[in-house]
């Protein structure tokens, strides 16, 4: 091997680790300080009062969700889980993800934070603006996390963590 070969494998095995996306852990997944399995009391003492939006029945779970709200944030407790954190969404730039992706960064931040997106999955809302879940999964854990990209603006709308329970 020659000198010029020698320092091109140098430089591609100094360079490659700047430019990898690091491997998902457990610690990617909270979002507002809150983590799965986390009690309702313990959600309150952290983020104050919650007030009850919605609830329903996860059929596919067989599971009743209820849905609290509290400043820019929304908790589903799901009863399948003994009432405990099934899912966190984030709303507000407040509440970045461990990576730094918060709400109103660019797609293009997102996939260089995390990569290319397990899924994508396109949907229009009642006023017809059009959004992107992008999501990404550890389906050996059963959760994931989903970016809700505004395509109208290219940039994050939402953030959510969830235990995949259907």
């Known amino acids: 091997m020659n000198n010029l070969s020698i320092l091109i494998m140098l430089i591609i095995l100094l360079i490659k680790p700047v430019f990898a996306v690091e491997t998902f852990t457990d610690r990617d997944y909270p979002l507002a300080g809150i983590t799965f399995n ?47 954190v099934w899912s966190v969404e984030v709303f507000s ?8 992706i918060k709400v109103g960064n660019s797609s293009k931040k997102v996939t260089d934070k995390y990569g290319e997106p397990d899924y994508k999955d396109p ?3 009642k006023k017809g603006k ?32 969830a235990k995949i329970i259907d």
């Not at 104050?48 to 400043?71: M, Q, R, W």
């Not at 730039?93 to 730094?100: A, D, F």
């Open 93 to 100: 730039p407040n509440y970045p993800t461990i990576r730094g």
């Open 38 to 84: 986390d009690s309702l009391e313990k959600v309150e003492v952290m983020l104050g009062p919650l007030t009850l939006v919605d609830s329903y029945v996860n059929e596919i779970a067989n599971c009743e969700v209820k849905v609290y709200k509290a400043k820019d944030v929304k908790i589903s407790i799901a009863s399948i889980d003994e009432g405990k």
């Open 123 to 125: 949907f229009e809302d």
């Open 130 to 161: 059009t959004y992107e879940y992008w999501t990404y999964e550890n389906t050996e854990k059963m959760i994931r996390l989903v970016f809700k990209i505004d395509k109208t603006k290219n940039v994050v709308s939402s953030i959510t963590s």
